[in-house]
């Protein structure tokens, strides 16, 4: 079972979530700006994408700069940020269990779910 981190007003995530749904593969959709990963669940997120927490990170957003981040803040940092500001997120991400993606580009999802 698979779990998709949706934003459903990002064009990439819907595009990826189309993917999933032709897949066929069971899974479960959390829109996580309506219901956002807590600080322990991203700390499991980050070992199963095996990034760096900046590696996913919208660095752009406003919210990375008020929460005085740079690209060289510890991933504890922006992880406790991220918990805060859930839009920091990129998107969109599936995981599992064992290991998880982030869908950019979102053909990627394709040879994930294989």
């Given at each position: 079972m698979y779990?998709?981190l949706?934003?459903s007003?990002?064009?990439?995530?819907?595009?990826?979530?189309?993917?999933?749904?032709?897949?066929?593969?069971?899974?479960?959709?959390?829109?996580?700006?309506?219901?956002?990963?807590?600080?322990?669940?991203?700390?499991s997120?980050?070992?199963?994408?095996?990034?760096?927490?900046?590696?996913?990170?919208?660095?752009?957003?406003?919210?990375f700069?008020?929460?005085?981040?740079?690209?060289?803040?510890?991933?504890?940092?922006?992880?406790?940020?991220?918990?805060?500001?859930?839009?920091?997120?990129e998107r969109?991400?599936?995981?599992?269990?064992?290991?998880?993606?982030?869908?950019?580009p979102?053909?990627?999802?394709?040879?994930?779910?294989k």
């Open positions: 779990i998709f949706h934003n007003r990002c064009s990439k995530s819907r595009e990826a979530l189309k993917i999933m749904e032709k897949s066929k593969k069971k899974y479960t959709l959390r829109e996580y700006l309506k219901n956002p990963l807590d600080l322990d669940e991203l700390i997120l980050q070992e199963k994408l095996w990034l760096k927490a900046i590696e996913f990170t919208r660095t752009q957003e406003a919210e700069k008020q929460s005085n981040l740079t690209k060289e803040s510890s991933d504890l940092e922006i992880l406790k940020a991220m918990s805060k500001y859930p839009k920091l997120m969109a991400i599936v995981y599992n269990d064992n290991s998880a993606i982030v869908c950019r979102v053909e990627k999802l394709n040879d994930y779910l």
